[in-house]
């Protein structure tokens, strides 16, 4: 819970236009930051009273501030030149075409993007509850298992609901498809069934913090949801009119979503869905690579304050946004690191180039000499290499027949590949020639 900011006083704007030249660089502090109350009233120049600091604040958001109405709630916020930094900094990296192959060459596209699907997919799910390791949930979406349990669903649900939003990101948004989005994501984890892809029917939801028992949410009456998904639906679809950027729309559509509730659960996992459908709608390409919802768990308190901030300061949609724009250019950040980590594990392999191995089959000499106990089936190859089994198969009985790996028989059916006993010999020798 966060603490109740001090209500505005539109009477007082002529004095806070004085204040704000007077005191433009802690103004420039709160703004650019979109910090709340509870750190803005230790800003509060000497000679100034806090709440008056607050309520000038308030006004210069409020001066330069957009303004929307749904159904649901009412909300402004003030474009920052911190947010229209970020903004062009996305731009420049996220969308267009011309640029993909200086940040994810074509070779490995395919490779990245599974796991970066199956990083958020995890993360989604740890956010809700889902109680998994990410080395257990990847095992389980890379063998393409049957899940043992709720937790488990709920991260094959996001799995397939990211490739499922992928393959619509050229559909306009409509009750159905918002709906079917949800049905996908909510599959066998809901208590009753029939409310998977169906719009809640009463208003016996409340957000409670789980350590106080206080209300930290009351959604919207389920009177106002059909009324007001329409008229999402309609601000998302609609090109005319004042432009919004496309990466601050969809955090709107985010927050709205979330703030309306209009299920009866699974509704954060289906925010962050239409989140990414609609980067993805409007040619932000590089956000699939994008793990977005691993950032927002490890910084979850700061993300549940954005909605609260936002609900306790007269429905201020900016500290909402900032904190999106902040997790998008963290979730950036980490990409380059994972890229660059991945382009010095390629340079490694080139010491395992062998003329008579294919790629993949130098990959695989590479993974069975750092994990000398390993024992890979083809099928658990197939997802990490994007080929089909005959085509991993071929590969490893390559590798048998250079005496590198040894099949094993696990059960009647499945075959294994280990490291045969002579493997660094053999590899040694195979250099060798």
Not at 236 to 246: A, D, L, S
Request: proline share 3%; glycine share 4%; charged share 25%.
């Amino acid at each position: 819970m966060v603490e109740k900011c001090p209500k505005y006083n539109s009477t007082a704007s002529s004095i806070s236009l004085t204040v704000y030249s007077e005191y433009q660089q802690a103004f420039e502090k709160a703004n650019q930051n979109y910090l709340y109350w509870d750190k803005v009233k230790y800003l509060s120049p000497k000679g100034l009273k806090a709440e008056d600091f607050w309520n000038a604040v308030q006004h210069s958001r409020r001066f330069w501030a957009s303004s929307f109405s749904f159904p649901c709630c009412e909300f402004f916020f003030r474009e920052t030149s911190a947010m229209q930094e970020l903004l062009h900094l996305f731009d420049m990296h996220f969308g267009g075409t011309l640029a993909s192959s200086n940040i994810i060459s074509e070779k490995n596209r395919q490779y990245y993007l599974l796991s970066s699907i199956m990083e958020e997919a995890i993360a989604s799910s740890q956010m809700e509850g889902a109680s998994t390791t990410r080395k257990v949930a990847k095992e389980m979406l890379r063998k393409q298992a049957k899940p043992k349990d709720k937790s488990q669903q709920m991260i094959v649900n996001n799995y397939k609901t990211i490739r499922f939003v992928s393959e619509h990101k050229n559909d306009d948004l409509t009750p159905e498809l918002l709906l079917e989005i949800h049905r996908q994501i909510t599959e066998k984890t809901l208590d009753d069934s029939n409310d998977e892809g169906r719009f809640r029917t009463d208003d016996n939801i409340f957000i409670v913090n789980g350590i106080t028992g206080e209300v930290a949410h009351e959604p919207p009456a389920c009177s106002l949801i059909k009324k007001s998904v329409r008229q999402i639906c309609n601000f998302v679809n609609n090109e005319k009119g004042k432009f919004i950027h496309p990466i601050i729309k969809a955090i709107i559509l985010h927050f709205l979503i979330s703030y309306l509730h209009p299920f009866v659960d699974g509704n954060g996992r289906t925010a962050r869905s239409l989140f990414y459908w609609f980067i993805l709608k409007k040619g932000y390409w590089l956000t699939e690579f994008l793990s977005i919802s691993r950032i927002i768990y490890k910084s979850k308190v700061q993300y549940e304050k954005a909605f609260l901030y936002t609900e306790q300061d007269d429905f201020d949609l900016g500290y909402f946004i900032h904190y999106n724009l902040k997790v998008l250019k963290q979730a950036f950040e980490e990409l380059q690191l994972y890229l660059e980590r991945k382009s010095k594990e390629e340079h490694a392999i080139l010491e395992y180039r062998i003329p008579i191995l294919n790629e993949r089959q130098m990959q695989l000499v590479k993974m069975y000499s750092d994990r000398p106990s390993s024992v890979f089936t083809s099928k658990d190859l197939q997802t990490r290499f994007n080929v089909s089994v005959k085509t991993i198969r071929s590969d490893l009985e390559g590798l048998v027949q250079e005496g590198l790996l040894e099949p094993l028989a696990m059960n009647k059916r499945l075959v294994g590949y280990a490291r045969s006993n002579n493997f660094e010999l053999r590899l040694r020798e195979i250099k060798g020639n």
